[in-house]
């Protein structure tokens, strides 16, 4: 495949070059070429099913981008995932996706009572030395590349297969339109389980670049971060909305603590104004990208510069035009809408995917056929505007929080099976479309408890053990009953009316 | 009001939660009521209300653990 060949190109022509910094430790591309080359090796080695998904399990260390590759060279997509998830959730992904082999990249130990192997890296590593895996055993084409798992409404999270065409259709997006093709030094902020850490792994790798991992110890110690970033070199930054907001909190966040900064690139959630404002003061000489899109269209397919001159034009930043090989059409219902109304946003082209793994009727809802080419319904709703593309809101109950995807369903699944829960509603309490956090109100059964924040910690802690720490909502409040509507649904309005007021 | 009471309202707002104005010493972290994404909304209104800015990498959060802890790093900035 392509997009293999070219960073093998990098490999033979700046082998000593730098693919990937994290806290401290880093690796060249030869390394990373010839480590993958390895695990491949044993991989092929073990005779997995044909296409059968690899587990890598990690946070943002040098070998889990080495088992990335690994696992693409073997012929088998990865899946990846991060330290922050539960392994409950970790055993739910295991069983859906089938998978049969977890490379184990962490320190941690992995108890899981599976069929599924589980080696540590350099276990694995050491099985096979020095084998040359050839091209023919590479991913290629319509086979998956990498599964990323998301929020799913019934409770289960559900794959996103995204094939070696659709990741080559996002990556020659990236490189030709946007000023990243030179060799660059890329941030990485996002977790690998959440499809933003695409954004800046592939470009990277496949312009010779490097990627500059921001680990979770840094968030953590902000002192840390800054440390860390001050000696990053970063030129290319890719992050949410959110997290940039962290940054700027800092009055030292300037040019002066990243004076080669060139490019801001966000994706996740909406951008706002006043995040541009500070940027364009605090950086005068980078450019800043808002991009748009969904994991199943591959991160990302719209995109616009936030120049002043459209800071000037628009309070509400618009998420762009399509990349060239893609289309968005509005739809409401199966008709679509004219220019200025609001209708379903659906992405039409080469890089939707072709769906939820091991999900039929799933894949059906979501996926399908539009003029003969494979198109992708988002469930968000947009409008065109003087020939560009704004976001308005979700259709239904998706939304997102500091960037990462949630159903509201999929956190009422969760608290249900907690011990003090008889029933719930979860609320996304919102402002100017945003959503601010995530509140629960909970009819309890009998507890032991005095008050009602030790009830609420007891709840919080129970879901930390299966929910990653951002679907957890912030406010618990209690009631003896959920109101209902007249036909018989919770009323999610006059919940969120009583909390307001 | 003074200051630590107000300090005390806006973190009650941010944690959603009365508690931390009766139990002062509660840990905030520990018991779920605060986060990274939380302590980043608090500096905010910190700074809308009191004009206040502290800098994120001046919070460690072995220092700012409880609503007192909070209440008296925040003097110290002021």
Redesign the interface.
């Known amino acids: 495949m392509h997009l293999l060949k070219t960073i093998e190109d990098h490999v033979l022509t700046n082998p000593e070059a730098i693919a990937f910094v994290s806290n401290g430790d880093q690796i060249s591309y030869k390394d990373l070429w010839e480590k993958s080359d390895n695990i491949s090796a044993s991989i092929i080695q073990m005779s997995l099913k044909d296409s059968s998904p690899i587990l890598v399990y990690g946070h943002m260390e040098t070998e889990m981008i080495v088992c990335f590759l690994a696992s693409v060279k073997s012929g088998h997509p990865y899946i990846p995932i991060d330290i922050s998830i539960p392994i409950d959730r970790v055993t739910k992904i295991i069983e859906s996706s089938k998978a049969e082999l977890i490379l184990n990249v962490s320190k941690l130990p992995i108890s899981i009572n599976n069929n599924v192997q589980v080696y540590e890296v350099n276990e694995i590593e050491k099985l096979y030395l020095n084998n040359n895996v050839v091209s023919d055993s590479w991913v290629k084409d319509d086979e998956n590349f990498y599964i990323i798992y998301t929020s799913g409404s019934t409770g289960n999270p559900k794959g996103v297969q995204i094939s070696a065409n659709n990741l080559q259709s996002f990556v020659d997006w990236m490189l030709k339109d946007y000023p990243i093709n030179e060799k660059l030094v890329f941030i990485n902020q996002a977790p690998f389980s959440f499809d933003l850490s695409v954004m800046d792994i592939y470009p990277a790798l496949a312009s010779g670049g490097t990627i500059f991992a921001i680990t979770k110890d840094m968030?953590?110690?902000?002192?840390f971060?800054?440390e860390s970033l001050r000696v990053s070199k970063a030129q290319v930054w890719t992050s949410t909305p959110?997290f940039i907001?962290?940054?700027l909190?800092?009055?030292?966040f300037t040019q002066e603590l990243l004076p080669e900064i060139r490019v801001f690139l966000f994706c996740g959630e909406i951008l706002s104004p006043s995040i541009c404002y500070q940027l364009r003061e605090r950086f005068p000489s980078a450019r800043i990208f808002n991009t748009y899109g969904p994991t199943e269209a591959t991160v990302a397919v719209t995109g616009i510069e936030v120049t002043d001159a459209l800071l000037k034009s628009y309070q509400v930043l618009p998420i762009g035009l399509p990349k060239n090989d893609t289309k968005i059409v509005l739809l409401d219902g199966d008709k679509s809408v004219e220019d200025g109304e609001k209708g379903e946003i659906i992405i039409v082209g080469p890089s939707v995917s072709k769906g939820y793994l091991g999900q039929k009727e799933m894949t059906e809802k979501a996926f399908f056929e539009y003029e003969g080419e494979p198109a992708y319904r988002t469930g968000d709703a947009g409008f065109i505007n003087n020939n560009t593309l704004f976001y308005k809101g979700r259709m239904d109950y998706q939304i997102k929080l500091?960037g990462y995807r949630i159903e509201i369903e999929d956190i009422e699944h969760q608290i249900l099976k907690t011990s003090y829960v008889k029933a719930t509603v979860v609320i996304p309490i919102t402002q100017n479309e945003k959503v601010e956090?995530i509140?629960a109100a909970i009819v309890p059964t009998e507890h032991p408890f005095e008050?009602e924040?030790q009830l609420?910690?007891a709840i919080?802690?129970e879901l930390?053990e299966i929910l990653p720490?951002y679907m957890?909502p912030?406010?618990?409040i209690y009631c003896d009953e959920l109101p209902m509507t007249p036909n018989g649904k919770v009323d999610r309005k006059l919940i969120k009316e009583k909390v307001l007021v | 009001m003074d200051f630590k009471q107000e300090v005390l309202e806006l973190l009650a707002e941010i944690c959603k939660e009365d508690v931390v104005k009766e139990d002062t010493n509660i840990d905030l972290f520990e018991n779920g009521l605060l986060d990274s994404f939380g302590i980043v909304e608090f500096l905010v209104k910190v700074e809308e209300k009191f004009n206040i800015t502290v800098p994120i990498t001046e919070v460690d959060r072995e220092t700012w653990n409880t609503p007192n802890n909070i209440a008296n790093q925040l003097e110290d900035f002021r």
């Open positions: 968030i953590a110690k902000p002192k971060l800054f959110s907001q962290m940054c909190m800092d009055p030292s500091h956090y509140m008050k924040f609420s910690a919080k802690k930390g720490a957890i912030r406010k618990f």
